[in-house]
């Protein structure tokens, strides 16, 4: 799979599973110890090297440990996540929560942004191709470790009102071939500060609107179950607004 042994790719996959919930940075003593590799601490430090070469891991500041870098989540994604489906009662209440909405755009987002925030956490946001830019669970975030960072929160807040920012985000879905956007760290902001963060976007699209909504948090969020909602989420908008002729 690509250029990765197998067990690199358990490792790595064991790296992002202790990453995701400690949100620190990873050694071999410890993936030793908690997960029983049946691999010796010195042959996953090896390993770690080799994965940290090919530019799956990043080495973190101050510490012998490592965390995922974008290119190893991005591979965790493609190759090894196992969408959590939604179940028939999620999908009845995402509906139900957006539904009486559904006759006006602006409180139809509005109140889509809400509930995304809601269930998922995280903060939402929502663009569309008119201009309009729709965002809530701001105070999600200051509940994240990440976001404690006042650079980057202080960065992300004041982008949340640049619309000319999510609208290249929205463009950009014209070249995408998938039912999600995945933006994650440094690499996909450009900008240092974001390193941390991670965005997942759907896109919908109607008679005369079109739009993403999705959440932003931080990388280690739990993808195999955020991107399921996003996706339903998304899909679930456009047959509103194309029902209603949007």
């Known amino acids: 799979m690509e250029e990765l042994t197998q067990r690199q790719i358990d490792i790595l996959k064991t790296i992002i599973k202790e990453y995701s919930e400690t949100g620190g940075p990873v050694g071999s003593e410890i993936l030793e110890k908690k997960y029983k590799l049946g691999v010796s601490p010195a042959t996953i430090r090896n390993e770690m090297v080799e994965l940290a070469k090919k530019g799956f891991l990043k080495k ?24 959590k489906e939604l179940s028939t009662s999620d999908e009845v209440a995402y ?9 006006e755009a602006h409180k139809l987002l509005s109140q889509a942004t809400k509930v995304l925030s809601h269930r998922t956490g995280l903060l939402s946001l929502s663009v569309t191709n008119t201009g ?30 640049e619309v000319a920012y999510w609208e290249k985000i929205l463009n950009d879905f014209d070249q995408l071939q998938g039912e999600v956007m995945f933006i994650l760290g440094e690499e996909d902001f450009r900008d240092p500060n974001y390193e941390s963060c991670a965005s997942i976007f759907g896109e919908f699209k109607g008679n005369k609107i079109k739009g993403i909504i999705g959440v932003v948090g931080p990388k280690r969020m739990y993808y195999e179950i955020i991107a399921p909602q996003v996706k339903y989420f998304s899909s679930l908008i456009e047959g509103i607004i194309k029902d209603q002729g949007m």
């Open 132 to 161: 309009d830019v729709y965002y809530a669970g701001v105070s999600n975030l200051l509940q994240k470790p990440e976001f404690l960072n006042l650079d980057l929160s202080r960065d992300l807040f004041e982008r949340l009102d």
């Open 60 to 83: 973190a500041h101050f510490s012998s440990g490592r965390v995922p870098s974008a290119k190893g989540f991005r591979f965790y994604i493609k190759h090894l996540m196992k969408e």
């Open 95 to 103: 509906k139900n929560s957006i539904w009486d909405e559904r006759s």
